[in-house]
């Protein structure tokens, strides 16, 4: 079995001594579909920040496997009004995710820009270009966002919320979108939703928050569980 990409020993992060997430153990291995759900001020934003490196841990072990080190993690946050209307074309948009790897460069290097191309080619906006990014549809915006993730890293894949704010349509064509990167490209994904019942169709590992760890484990499992049965019940 191949090493976890990150994995989480009893860690805790918080805020100026006191700890919003408490005793979380997880593992995210290549190939792994993990959704972190949980009701509002459950912690899932701070967790989050956590696994990006943005928070230290105040207790417990976070590991970073030596491959996501060098590639790094894709991250996709939440999309602000002023993220919307963003006046670039689709072209600087993806390719600004080689900015980790540019460094002090002015420009960026024909294989940053080749990638950029590729990823585009991948997420079918190749023909999008020299669109500008606030002219684009919800679908196409993600989309976009998602080839400049990927411009990041290939291996891991964050994403905080992904389908606030788009059509169910839009939304079954996301899900279709990342599931194609996850199986068939063996991308790990780990995502914060509220979207619980599309959730349990398409991931296949389920870490329940509410300040500490509910339930971590396979989403069958979490559909046989109380708080898995209440949560799904609840559309929350």
């Not at 700890?19 to 979380?24: E, F, I, Q």
């Not at 943005?54 to 602000?80: A, E, H």
């Not at 209307?85 to 820009?113: H, W």
């Amino acid at each position: 079995m191949s090493q976890p990409l990150l994995k989480c020993e009893h860690v805790d992060f918080g805020y100026e001594n006191y700890d919003v997430v408490k005793d979380v153990s997880l593992e995210i291995c290549q190939g792994d579909y993990l959704c972190i759900v949980g009701e509002n001020g459950s912690g899932k934003s701070t967790l989050m920040k956590g696994l990006l490196g943005l928070l230290k841990p105040t207790g417990g072990s976070l590991m970073v496997s030596d491959d996501l080190k060098r590639s790094g993690i894709g991250y996709l946050p939440q999309q602000t009004p002023a993220q919307k209307d963003f006046p670039a074309t689709v072209q600087e948009v993806v390719i600004s995710g080689c900015l980790g790897k540019r460094g002090n460069r002015p420009f960026y290097s024909k294989k940053e820009r080749e990638t950029a191309a590729v990823n585009m080619e991948r997420l079918g906006i190749t023909d999008l270009r020299k669109s500008c990014y606030r002219d684009l549809s919800g679908g196409q915006k993600q989309r976009t966002l998602i080839a400049r993730a990927l411009c990041a890293t290939d291996r891991l894949l964050i994403l905080d919320e992904p389908i606030t704010g788009l059509d169910p349509s839009t939304t079954q064509d996301f899900y279709r979108v990342i599931r194609h990167l996850n199986r068939e490209e063996q991308v790990a994904v780990l995502m914060v939703s509220h979207d619980i019942q599309n959730i349990v169709v398409q991931a296949n590992k389920i870490l329940h928050l509410k300040q500490s760890v509910l339930f971590y484990g396979s989403v069958e499992d979490y559909k046989q569980t109380e708080c898995g049965r209440e949560f799904l019940g609840g559309g929350k």
